[in-house]
């Protein structure tokens, strides 16, 4: 999907959608996906409309369970059931299943990487509305987890940030060679139930702390934001505590159509989700 007209690539994200059905997100990918002029990078466009790709039945798919985060941290019981409670529903629909740990050496000094290469997004944002509106970055004008950032990459030279990038594209290589062992990875998509409102602060006294522990909130879903890998949040059902649970199903490079076509298998089996969680939650 194109950042243009006027904005360039971007490595560590890209525009998408939140869909409530697989269909709703083969159509909005139809519509925004392919080449815009001047784009230095772009997806091979597919073979058919991803609409009509998403109706095609998948058979005899190898899949990669992955239980074991690539940052240290521990999967919270009802995440890792929904993953295991997808693997199961797969392997009835005749698909082949086996947990595996991925090679996830190095991922341990990830986030370092990861926060000089987003951090500098950031920054430069920082820079572009301090050059627009005349104003200093500082405790008056930014949230303190934006000037922490922006103080750190000042800190950097070009060489760092050389070196974290590419740190991150070898550490993206390896991951995606492995994968190609398989025809799709399921992982948990969060790593802990959705936080408390507050619980991580961008405004708090440690705000990189804060942003470190939103990284073992998430730690399956930033991996696959270096790979460029496609991947889909589904969602299973609601669990005990009300709030809906789900899984990450990753698929191979510029695998867009046989991804929404494994989702909307996955989708018909599971049946119908119409449970929606109240808007305002009951006072403790």
């Known amino acids: 999907i194109s ?19 697989v269909e709703d997100t083969a159509r909005t990918l139809d519509v925004l996906a392919g080449y815009e002029p001047g784009d230095a990078s772009w997806a091979p466009p597919p073979s058919e409309p991803f609409a009509d790709a998403m109706l095609r039945e998948p058979s005899g798919l190898r899949i990669a369970l992955v239980a074991e985060p690539p940052m240290p941290s521990s999967i919270d019981d009802v995440s890792m059931g929904a993953a295991r409670s997808a693997a199961a529903l797969l392997e009835s629909l005749g698909h082949s299943v086996e947990e595996v740990t991925p090679p996830w050496h190095g991922s341990r000094d990830l ?3 990861f ?3 987003f951090g500098t997004a950031i920054a430069s944002g920082v820079l572009y509305g301090a050059r627009s509106t005349g104003l200093e970055p500082n405790e008056e004008t930014l949230e303190p987890l934006t000037l922490a950032l922006f103080r750190r990459v000042n800190e950097m030279t070009a060489p760092d940030y050389a070196v974290a990038f590419g740190f991150i594209q070898g550490h993206a290589r390896r991951i995606v060679e492995w994968a190609l062992g398989y025809d799709f ?33 998430t730690p399956f879903t930033a991996v696959f934001n270096t790979t460029g890998q496609p991947a889909m949040a589904f969602p299973l059902g609601v ?11 990753v698929g191979r490079p510029a695998g867009e159509a046989a991804l929404l076509a494994l989702a909307a298998q996955l989708e018909a089996a599971r049946g119908p989700f119409e449970e929606r969680p109240p808007l305002v939650a009951e006072p403790a």
């Open 239 to 249: 669990a005990d505590d009300g709030l809906p649970t789900s899984v990450q199903i």
């Open 3 to 21: 950042r243009g007209p006027r904005i360039g690539d971007a490595f560590l994200s890209t525009d998408g959608m939140l869909c409530r059905t």
């Open 185 to 217: 990875l399921i992982t948990p998509a969060l790593g802990q139930r959705p936080v408390q409102i507050g619980e991580i602060d961008a405004c708090s006294d440690d705000p990189l702390d804060d942003f470190r522990r939103s990284g073992v909130f």
């Open 115 to 117: 926060t000089a290469i």
């Open 111 to 113: 986030l370092p990487a």
